[in-house]
């Protein structure tokens, strides 16, 4: 009894000095990120690694979301014959929440994983350790540029994400099944606001960019610096930041779409 | 060389997201009919707006000639005060009506003007007084069944 009320307090200890832990990191990173504007090609070097690479999975799991949003929402719509809304419904539900919350779970496994396993192994091998000898702040030379990498990567790929999607629920709808084309766009154009949904779609993969490419570093930077410390590091940067998209997602469209 | 290649890359895959955004807002959203042609505003008044919504286009003879702007309540009336930003380039005649109609059976709503026989023009902060409420479906049930109850004793006699 008393062993499992300790290990409560061990837990609610740890979790503590862990938020506490990765708040000071991250206003740490902030205050070194200013050095980033003398070197933008660092910056520039990560967005190609983050966002280049990541761009054909996206951009094919944004085609076959469309695909699989037309053909379900054509079979439910088809039933109350209001088939001219499918353009409506593929477009919203892309914009307001597939496309930022599904790239960002891509874009934490895709990209989120490599960036823990690299800063890991980097501490396993004692580089930073070497930088900081060397009076190099890895924090600036190291975490910061791919953290603004991963901030700038994500928006652009959730775009495609979303933009490949309404493609792909056209291919589907239009041209496979044959929904009348006028209607699909009117339609579309008429239900979509520019700022009401596509903008705020932008400022939630925003928000996702930060959550999930600031997960990412820090358990990388936190590893313990073994080949099975960084393993762990690399599973929980999916498991956290997965789920604090998710869990962002709710509140944000909470506040943003009530 | 190298270096100009993947500076290259970036650029390109940056492009590639403003043109996704792009295409977003014009071909999904409603940027395109975002005009920036000067409007002069009208005022009217409803006794019921039904689901008009603000930015819903103002048509004549079918053809958009400018949005709804504010939708606000009278509480002096009791009635909605819509506010219709007018393309400038369009004039209308001071006895004009408005309506508020539905584009197809299920579809957005929509005000149509009609044009009257005065040689005066609207001018800006005018207002329309012939105006015709919105179709309420309640409504026009509960009409139909007094009618058809009308009929049936009409029918015993």
């Given amino acids: ?88 419904l593929v477009a919203l539900s892309l914009t307001r929440e597939l496309g930022p919350v599904v790239t960002a779970l891509l874009f934490a496994g895709r990209a989120g994983t490599s960036l823990t396993a690299e800063i890991g192994l980097m501490k396993a091998g004692e580089q930073l350790a070497a930088m900081e000898m060397m009076a190099v702040n890895p924090l600036e030379r190291v975490i910061a540029p791919r953290f603004w990498a991963g901030v700038i990567a994500m928006p652009i790929l959730a775009a495609i994400f979303s933009a490949v999607g309404v493609i792909g629920g056209y291919v589907v709808g239009v041209l496979m099944i044959g929904v009348d084309e006028g209607s699909f766009w009117s339609q579309m154009q008429a239900g979509v606001d520019v700022w009401k949904d596509i903008a705020n779609g932008v400022i939630k993969s925003i928000v996702f960019g930060f959550a999930v490419t600031f997960t990412a570093l820090y358990q990388g930077y936190e590893a313990q610096p073994t080949p099975e410390g960084v393993a762990r590091a690399t599973t929980r940067t999916v498991v956290i930041a997965s789920l604090a998209v998710l869990w962002l997602d709710f509140l944000l469209t909470a506040l943003m779409f009530s | 060389m190298q270096r100009k290649s993947l500076d290259l890359w970036v650029g390109l895959f940056v492009l590639l997201g403003a043109a996704a955004l792009f295409f977003l807002a014009m071909k999904a959203g409603n940027m395109s009919s975002l005009s920036f042609e000067k409007t002069y505003p009208v005022i009217t008044k409803f006794d019921n707006i039904g689901g008009l919504k603000p930015r819903a286009p ?53 005000i149509g003007l009609e044009p009257g026989g005065d040689t005066n023009n609207l001018v800006a902060g005018d207002r329309i007084k012939m105006t015709q409420s919105a179709v309420v479906l309640e409504n026009l049930i509960s009409q139909f069944l007094y009618s058809k109850a009308a009929e049936g004793k009409e029918g015993e006699k």
């Fill in chain 1, 1 to 88: 009894m008393i062993g499992a009320i300790t290990s409560l307090g061990r837990w609610v200890r740890e979790s503590v000095s862990n938020v506490g832990f990765a708040t000071r990191t991250f206003f740490a990173l902030l205050g070194a990120s200013g050095g980033l504007l003398r070197r933008p090609r660092l910056v520039t070097d990560q967005i190609h690694f983050i966002g280049n690479y990541s761009l054909v999975i996206i951009a094919v799991s944004g085609l076959f979301v469309g695909f699989v949003l037309g053909l379900q929402g054509y079979y439910t719509l088809n039933r109350y014959g209001s088939e001219e809304a499918l353009g409506l």
């Fill in chain 2, 58 to 110: 103002v048509k004549s003879a079918g053809v958009v000639v400018g949005r709804v702007g504010k939708i606000g309540f009278d509480d002096k009336s009791y009635q909605a005060v819509v506010t219709l930003e007018l393309e400038s380039s369009y004039k209308f005649p001071k006895d004009t009506s408005a309506k508020i109609l539905t584009s197809g059976l299920l579809g957005e709503q929509y």
